[in-house]
């Protein structure tokens, strides 16, 4: 079962799509300017493309970009729109690791880096990329600065963060990337408490795992 949102930020209304798939019940994100009927998806595992194609087809949105959070083999199903990734996790995509999936996993090749401090644009909305290694080498969350919404990947969970022990983890690296100091609070203006999109377990933040999506501030 699907999932809508409207989040309402500064820069316009932000429509959110969402749906569980897979064996590793992975949360798969269309995220779309309504005005401008241009949208991105977020973390497409198998099978997730019958839910994105049909999402775009009766909206008559415009797939421009596919984001990879990072490069497990959960998240490897593609539509032909280019594929966004950091750097180093493009190996994993490009050379999947079939691992303990059930299917092939077929390679891709970004085209888009995602790197720190960069941003993804479509219509008048802006999600601003963080680098957050840790789960693997190349990890990354995305922000909405208005809405204070992070889809945060295999990075943050409910109730803490992603595994550490996989091959590009590493528990050092995690430490960093979640530390409270870091560009959650400061990305996107003053950091303070309760402001803005600082981040802490149980507030807003959707993961590519289900154990993290909850939906509070201003999502409604
Ligand atoms: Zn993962």
Not at 47 to 57: C, G, I, K, Q
Not at 88 to 103: C, M, V
Request: with cysteine; aromatic share 6%.
């Amino acid at each position: 079962m699907a999932s809508r949102r409207r989040i309402k930020a500064e820069s316009g209304a932000m429509e959110l799509l969402h749906r569980v798939v897979g064996p590793l019940a992975t949360n798969v994100y269309v995220v779309a300017d309504p005005a401008s009927r241009e949208a991105i998806a977020i973390d497409t595992a198998i099978p997730s493309l019958a839910f994105v194609t049909d999402a775009l087809a009766e909206r008559d949105w415009t797939l421009k970009l596919i984001v990879s959070s990072h490069g497990h083999w959960e998240v490897a199903e593609h539509t032909g729109a280019p594929i966004a990734a950091h750097p180093l996790d493009r190996h994993r995509l490009e050379q999947p690791s079939r691992g303990l999936a059930p299917f092939e996993i077929p390679p891709s090749v970004p085209a888009v880096d995602l790197v720190e401090g960069g941003a993804i644009r479509f219509g008048s909305l802006r999600l601003a990329v963080l680098h957050t290694p840790g789960h693997t080498e190349g990890s990354v969350c995305l922000l909405d600065p208005d809405g204070g919404l992070l889809f945060s990947g295999d990075t943050l969970f409910a109730n803490g963060w992603g595994r550490v022990d996989l091959p590009g983890g590493s528990a050092e690296q995690m430490a960093a990337s979640i530390a409270p100091d870091r560009s959650w609070s400061t990305a996107h203006g003053p950091a303070g408490p309760g402001r803005g999109a600082r981040v802490r377990p149980g507030a807003r933040s959707v993961g590519s795992n289900r154990g993290w999506s909850s939906w509070r501030g201003r999502a409604d």
